[in-house]
């Protein structure tokens, strides 16, 4: 494999010296640009995307081509693993996920089967064996996945949700249901990510976009012991070289001191947090990843540079600090706000690292 | 107006003794109740029913006739200002809210007037005092009003949104635009408020359901300020007794030092945050409202009283908490277990106001 040309993304994950901020963003493969949608017309569904590796190559490296991105991220969905458990997942227009066999009794729970990726995931692996070729380390490769608890909000509501109704009565009337239910999925998601990482992927990040729906305690039971126990199970060596884990908990600000006792390299934050207070609370122990409003690429030039800086100052001098937005890019940006964004993280940020 | 027989709930938010830790829940007259589907059907539509003060009257009874709760809420909804405004509030089945004319420009911003509540909303006045008067003093009333910019959300979007592409697009790019419409607005909501304390709330409620979508300064610049313009505006005494004062700003847990220096009396907590910590870093200066999961009414009567427990022992001793879900009751809870979390609260908490 080519050594990396660009390593600023995992040197910032690591907390090592770097020249200026690396940045990339969440969904940085998606609707807002063109090609990506000529792309996906052609493949037919988005599950069609996902499952086509050339597909899902070509469109990981098209945000690259346009912008002066620090990292690749895998094109794929977080629910590939209950998709290859049999529960059959498709897309409505519209509407989102959605499982045609739904998790609902402890039956079905029980019937589930821990995955193999390379049984039964391959065009995952295939994809990120082409990417890191095509890449040929211009810049790391991310794999990633849901979190046990995110991915089960889906199983077991049958798609989306707002309140969670079904998998918080499983979770409050039969915890022991829970519990299989998310010991399988972390087993699922540990050979998921390993098998992403002995195939090429870089650092892995864990997405628990619905472990804020929880309680505090809740949230520790349920969710982040579940990732800790996944980050335990990863191979954090590969060719040499360490391969950096980051948690992203949507809504988990408040539980910051706890999601660092992970043993993660790195915590992602949404927006609702000023990354200074993240920092004077989680101090050296790991590099933060975030954490710009999505809503700010709205703005005009000089609104979007005038939030990197604040951001950037908020930061302030030091290692350990990967720009991103709080949450994925929105389907309705204007393409060339993105060049505003990583232009103008790379261009303020060079000062905070003489 | 006959004088209060249970006046703990007003005590526990100007921080004196009680007897026990009082309790209501939001959206306690709603769906979850079968005597309340029917008088909504009877009704017609959502909006006729909130229109017609006898059954709105009606239907915030209902709870209290099956519950020990310590405060009655009129039954109203958080759009009616705007629907006084003239954009056509109307509910599509299983949608949410909608209005048929939202504001999209600058010009239409412009042309909203601020509402006189006596001329343009008599409908909820005449509730208001229909209830003061069937209650005969028997638990206090709480008037309530959505925030000027959760209000403006639903109004610029057009509805419910997830992303509030719109209204973040005018806060970014025409600041001035969008301060003029939350100014509009948070008059709208003083005069609102005023009014229904003048026909008989005991206390106020600004339910600020999406300022947590914001970030910080954000919040501050386009939620909270607007919020503390409207508490500096209120009749804070009426009929010789105090009105007290209560703001929630759902996934607001972040920012409670800022919220707490808005003069209110009272400050509603989601479950994110865990009650001890709230009340540390908010010291004496106001009382919490909150904070459990309404999820956990999913639970049997050992789970439900286990988490009531909980959230007691972390709040302690002293004065200041009224018991309260971190947002409103789902609609398929079962009302038998209500029935357990309104006594459990009553029961376990006594030990604390000894």
């Known amino acids: 494999m ?8 995992i040197r910032a994950l690591l907390k090592q010296d770097v020249d200026v901020t690396p940045v990339w963003m969440m969904r940085q493969a998606g609707r807002y640009l063109p090609e990506y949608r000529e792309v996906r017309q052609e493949a037919g569904s988005f599950m069609d ?31 590939t693993i209950p998709d290859a458990m049999g529960l059959g997942l498709y897309f409505e227009q519209g509407e989102g996920p959605k499982f045609k066999k739904p998790v609902q009794t402890p039956a079905d729970v029980e019937d589930l089967e821990v995955i193999s ?40 509501e049958g798609g989306s949700s707002k309140e969670f109704a079904n998998i918080k009565s ?26 992403q990482i002995r195939a090429g992927a870089q650092a892995v990040q864990i997405f628990d976009t619905w472990g804020g729906a929880l309680s505090a305690h809740a949230y520790e039971t349920f969710s982040l012991n579940y990732m800790k126990k996944i980050v335990s199970g990863l191979v954090r060596e590969h060719e040499g070289h360490r391969v950096p884990v980051i948690l992203f908990t ?15 390299d790195c915590v992602g934050l ?3 947090i000023p990354i200074n207070e993240a ?50 890019i929105h389907q309705f940006v204007n ?20």
Chains 1, 2 share one sequence.
């Open 335 to 354: 393409p060339d706000h993105v060049t505003t964004f990583v232009d103008a993280v790379h261009e303020l940020s060079a000062q905070y690292h003489q």
């Open 117 to 156: 990726t390379e049984k039964d995931l391959p065009y995952v692996l295939d994809a990120v064996k082409l990417i890191r070729k095509a890449l040929n380390g211009s810049v790391p490769l991310i794999g990633f996945s849901g979190s046990p608890w995110t991915v089960a909000t889906y199983m077991v």
């Open 2 to 9: 080519a050594e990396l040309k660009n390593d600023r993304f």
């Open 49 to 79: 995307l996902c499952q086509n590796p050339e597909l899902a190559c070509e469109v990981t490296l098209q945000p690259l081509r346009r912008y002066a991105l620090d990292a690749a991220i895998l094109f794929s969905d977080i629910l």
């Open 279 to 328: 920092r004077a609370r989680v101090g050296d122990k790991v590099a933060l990843q975030g954490n710009m409003d999505p809503a700010v690429l709205y703005g005009g030039d000089d609104i979007i540079r005038n939030e990197i800086a604040l951001i950037l100052k908020q930061f302030g001098h030091g290692n350990g600090h990967v720009f991103n937005l709080g949450h994925g």
């Open 270 to 272: 949404d927006w609702t």
């Open 250 to 264: 949507k809504n988990g600000g408040h539980w910051l001191e706890k999601i660092v006792e992970s043993d993660c």
């Open 170 to 195: 499983m979770m409050m009337n039969t915890p022991e249901v829970m519990h299989e239910l998310l010991g399988k999925l972390a087993d699922s998601v540990t050979d998921y990510l390993n098998a």
